[in-house]
Every structure is written in structure tokens, then in C-alpha cells.
């Protein structure tokens, strides 16, 4: 599987060399596989990472022309917009910090500026704080003075969202459930940004960070699949915070059966698929589960773009096949996704 292959490559450190046997996977791939696994690239957002691992194991010559200009552009892409991400994020956290709040960091920036290769690699939608629910008025009045606009049409009871010009969106959390009433546990650390122009940051510290993406990820699972584009940001955490996790902390921190089941699966993949190491704890953990498949992945993501297997999914695809719809950003599932969605959906279940 051509996926498989570039994911291996991507992951496997510059001073490491290949084996042979990725080297010659990419030289017998069709030009099909080479569409297909674009499309399964894009839809996941992994064409930056898989650029950034083509080029520094100078591989570029080994993939088709029209291939490499996708994940070129993709990757710079992200680069220019991750680096408006940062300007943007330094900009209010000067002006929070002056008027007295620190808000705590989680996902997507953290994560770029801490854990991947370079902040190109890790696409971000917007910006994730936290911050306590009096802190609300006077971030308010921040936001406002710097010229976001609030966005009404997205706000929930947790959290409010506000856009900047840019179109930089910060997600406001003044409510985390999930670790309400664990207020007396200490779930943050601070630390100095590798990119130079942020101040010191408060973020989640590695066992609640791996908690909140544990069920980040679960909460999602049914509108978009389980994404490798955030199964990566696991494989980056346990690399460099892996030997700091808590096994005592990450039992009072889980808040259910499917977030453990989903973990442990998603722990086994990782291993069985990746050929990544774990942390004794979770390695120990994770034998008592079934892995999940870069094919039950890629299947049950190809479904969630349309809705599937939800009632409305079957509607929009049949709207789309009658010709009542457009379908010019959507890719049709294949039939043997088709075939096996209920298969794939007792499995991830199970």
C-alpha cells in the first residue's frame, strides 16, 4: 500500500537510511496509485508531511511530476499559513499577557511549534486556548481592541470564536469539561517556544495533552473518520514526551470506556503499523487490543466526507448520483468502502 509506504518514509528520521524496500515501492507505483494515494493524502492533510519526508530523504526524483507539484504546494501552503498562525498568536498573547491572563495552549500550534520537524508540517484550522470563565470579558475586550470580530454563528456554552482579519480564527475555551473538577491535579506546564518571536507558552502537560487528544479524537470520529492527520500528532507526542506520561494521572484523567478502547487501538496501530515504539505502560496497555488498519482508516474516512453510514450520508450520495448536487469536491466511495462500512463500524466498535 503506497500510503503505507509514504507514511514509513515520513516518519523515519533524516540520518536514518531507507530500506531498499520503500525505495522500490515508490518506483512501481502506478500512476493511479499515485491519484489515489494523493487523494487519501489530501483528504487526511498529510501532504506537507509527506513532502517534508520525500525531500529530506531526497526522494523527489522517485515521484511523479504532477504528484510532487501537489505536495510541494501543499507544503507551502502551510508554511505561509502556519507562519501567519504564529505572527498572529504572538501579537494577542502580548496583549493578554499585559492585561493580566494566560491562556493555556492545546493542539494545533502547540503541537507544530513542539513536537513536528518544522511548523510547516502540522496544518492548522485555528487557534485552541483555554481560560478560566472570569478571564471571558477580558479577553473579550483584547480581541476587540486588535480588530476580531466575534462569531456568533459558532459559539457554544465552552467556548466563543473570534476572527481576526487575516481570517486567523481563536477557539476561546472558558469551559473544559473534561477536566473539570480535576482542578487540584497539575495539568500545565510552561514553556519557551521554538519559535523565536512567542513568549513563554502554557500548554497541557504530556498526559493531559495525550488525554484531550485521546477524546478529541473519539468525539470526532463519526463526521470525519479517525484522521491520521491527528493520529501523527500521537506519534510526535510519545516521541519526545512518551517517558513523561503518567499511568496513575492517565487513569484519573480518561473519562470513559470508549476513550480507553479507542486509545488502546489507536496505541496497537501505531506499533503494528507504524513500527513506532511506545512507552512501557502504554506498549503494556495497548497488547490487550485489536489495532486499527491503515485500511479500516482510509475506508472509514472516504465514508465520513459523505456522512456515511449515517441515513443523510445514503441521502447526499443518491442527491449527488441523481445529479441534484454537484459532486466536483467529492470523490465518490469506492464500492468495496460501500461493502464493508458495517464491517469497519462493528470493528471500530468492538
Given amino acids: 500500500m503506497l500510503l503505507r509506504t509514504l507514511l514509513q518514509l515520513s516518519l523515519t528520521s533524516p540520518d536514518v537510511m531507507l530500506p531498499d524496500c520503500l525505495r522500490q515501492q515508490l518506483k512501481v507505483a502506478s500512476i493511479q496509485?499515485?491519484?489515489d494515494v494523493l487523494t487519501d493524502l489530501e483528504l487526511h492533510r498529510?501532504?506537507?508531511?509527506?513532502?517534508?519526508?520525500?525531500q529530506v530523504h531526497d526522494l523527489t526524483d522517485s515521484i511523479p511530476k504532477f504528484g510532487l507539484k501537489k505536495l510541494l504546494q501543499a507544503y507551502l501552503f502551510s508554511l505561509g499559513r502556519n507562519e501567519i498562525f504564529f505572527k498572529t498568536l504572538a501579537t494577542v498573547l502580548e496583549e493578554t499577557y499585559a492585561a493580566g491572563v494566560q491562556p493555556v495552549l492545546w493542539k494545533g500550534i502547540v503541537l507544530a511549534d513542539q513536537l513536528y520537524p518544522n511548523r510547516a508540517i502540522r496544518m492548522m484550522g485555528?487557534?485552541?486556548?483555554?481560560?478560566?470563565?472570569?478571564?471571558?470579558?477580558?479577553?473579550?475586550?483584547?480581541?476587540n481592541r486588535l480588530g476580531f470580530t466575534l462569531q456568533d454563528q459558532m459559539t457554544t456554552s465552552d467556548a466563543v470564536y473570534f476572527m481576526g482579519k487575516n481570517r486567523v480564527v481563536f477557539d476561546v475555551h472558558h469551559r473544559v469539561r473534561l477536566f473539570e473538577t480535576k482542578e487540584h491535579l497539575s495539568l500545565t506546564q510552561t514553556l519557551t517556544p521554538l519559535t523565536a518571536r512567542l513568549p513563554q507558552i502554557h500548554v497541557l502537560e504530556p498526559t493531559a495533552m495525550l488525554t484531550h487528544l485521546t477524546v478529541h479524537m473519539t468525539g470526532h470520529k463519526a463526521e470525519t473518520g479517525p484522521l491520521l492527520f491527528?493520529?501523527?500528532?500521537?506519534?510526535?507526542?510519545?516521541?519526545?514526551?512518551?517517558?513523561l506520561i503518567d499511568w496513575n494521572l492517565l487513569n484519573q484523567l480518561m473519562?470513559?470506556?470508549?476513550?480507553?478502547d479507542f486509545l488502546g487501538r489507536l496505541l496497537r496501530f501505531l506499533e503494528v503499523e507504524l513500527n513506532e515504539t511506545l512507552p512501557p505502560?502504554?506498549?503494556?496497555?495497548?497488547?490487550e487490543?485489536?489495532?486499527?488498519?491503515?485500511?479500516?482508516?482510509?475506508?472509514?474516512?472516504?465514508?465520513?466526507?459523505?456522512?456515511?453510514?449515517?441515513?443523510?450520508?445514503?441521502?447526499?450520495?443518491?442527491?449527488?448520483?441523481?445529479?441534484?448536487?454537484?459532486?466536483?469536491?467529492?470523490k465518490y466511495p469506492q464500492i468495496s468502502d460501500l461493502f464493508m462500512w458495517a464491517v469497519d463500524a462493528a470493528s471500530l466498535n468492538s
Avoid: N
Avoid at 230 to 243: A, E, N, Q, S, T
Avoid at 290 to 308: D, N, Y
Fill in 46 to 54: 498529510l501532504m506537507p508531511l509527506v513532502y517534508y519526508g520525500v
Fill in 289 to 330: 487490543y485489536k489495532p486499527l488498519t491503515l485500511e479500516l482508516i482510509t475506508r472509514q474516512c472516504r465514508l465520513a466526507v459523505w456522512g456515511l453510514p449515517l441515513p443523510k450520508g445514503w441521502l447526499k450520495l443518491i442527491a449527488y448520483r441523481l445529479g441534484l448536487k454537484s459532486s466536483r469536491k467529492l
Fill in 281 to 287: 505502560d502504554l506498549a503494556k496497555f495497548s497488547q
Fill in 33 to 35: 496509485d499515485w491519484k
Fill in 126 to 143: 485555528d487557534i485552541d486556548w483555554a481560560i478560566a470563565p472570569h478571564e471571558l470579558e477580558i479577553v473579550s475586550q483584547v480581541f
Fill in 230 to 243: 491527528w493520529i501523527m500528532d500521537f506519534v510526535f507526542l510519545l516521541r519526545k514526551w512518551g517517558h
Fill in 255 to 260: 473519562p470513559d470506556a470508549e476513550s480507553w
